[in-house]
């Protein structure tokens, strides 16, 4: 998430520690069902924004306001999907069945091929996909203020160590990997239908920093880092490790508020990037639960 969300009006929705918690306890386990969708925004701007897109009668659809950064998006998101799974469990042992399965076609994409280390616990994923939604930047030519980006890949683009030579990502230094792949038909399907809209939306890579672009140098870096980057967030990448963790695929959608490069508060257009995401998430029902 870009440097915008730290103005006035957004910080003084910052969620509290206990939002994550308190969001999913409202809802009943009865409710759970093989088509839920939770949505990961960072802060409570955002959060309703989605709310007022998806309607009153979204009710497969949890939203919760996780914190801003990839630490809290992930611990945030993790926290969610471990509650409803453990609320789905526990349901269906006091009904003497067994655990709901997740046979949609969701569940056979490539991110939910490969289960995390969470497979085995005995917890079944109560969610069928996971979408980090919000504001950020987009990189000109890319991603113009006012559009939306759906992403076909999140990116930790500073998750690595400088080095005498350059940077070197986790997955040059084999640590790991500092990429997710979004569900490709997913993504597809939700630009397609976005696009039917009237929106204006592209696809790319969405990199997720622990500090948001300020400078042209910085800009030109990511951009060498992840040459198809569309996108500039804080969140993405931690909502779509916890979502693997526990196999179930992720998307990132993110309405464009400011270009990445030169910090320039008077160019940053927040309210008109809260309303395109709100646009946007009354998309989200007609896409993912049909």
């Known amino acids: 998430m870009n440097e915008q969300k730290q103005n006035d009006s957004i910080e003084r929705n910052r969620p509290e520690t206990t939002s994550v918690s308190n969001s999913i306890e409202t809802k009943s386990a009865a409710k759970v069902s093989a088509q839920r969708v939770l949505i990961v925004t960072a802060v409570d701007a955002e959060k309703e924004a989605v709310l007022r897109g998806l309607g009153d009668q979204a009710t497969q659809f949890d939203v919760i306001a996780a914190g801003v950064g990839p630490a809290s998006a992930a611990a945030g998101t993790a926290a969610a999907l471990a509650f409803a799974s453990a609320a789905a469990g526990a349901k269906a042992l006091a009904q003497g069945t067994a655990a709901p399965s997740q046979t949609d076609a969701a569940q056979t994409s490539a991110a939910s091929s490969r289960p995390g280390p969470l497979a085995g616990t005995g917890l079944t994923p109560a969610y069928t996909l996971v979408v980090s939604a919000g504001i950020g930047g987009g990189f000109p030519g890319r991603a113009d203020v006012g559009s939306i980006v759906v992403a076909d890949a999140m990116v930790a ?64 870096e990511l951009l060498r880092r992840v040459p198809d980057a569309a996108t500039e967030g804080m969140e993405g990448f931690g909502v779509a490790t916890a979502a693997q963790q526990f196999g179930v695929p992720a998307l990132e959608l993110r309405a464009i508020s400011n270009a990445v490069g030169p910090r320039d508060r008077d160019a940053w257009r927040i309210k008109d990037a809260l309303d395109a995401l709100q646009a946007a998430s009354s998309i989200l029902r007609e896409v993912f639960t049909s």
Request: no cysteine; glycine share 12%.
């Open 157 to 220: 683009a500073d998750l690595g160590s400088q080095t005498p030579d350059g940077f070197l990502s986790v997955d040059e230094l084999g640590f790991g990997s500092s990429r997710v792949a979004a569900d490709a038909v997913l993504a597809a399907r939700l630009r397609h239908e976005l696009q039917r809209a009237g929106l204006a939306v592209s696809g790319g890579t969405a990199v997720t920093v622990t500090t948001a672009t300020g400078t042209a140098e910085t800009t030109a």
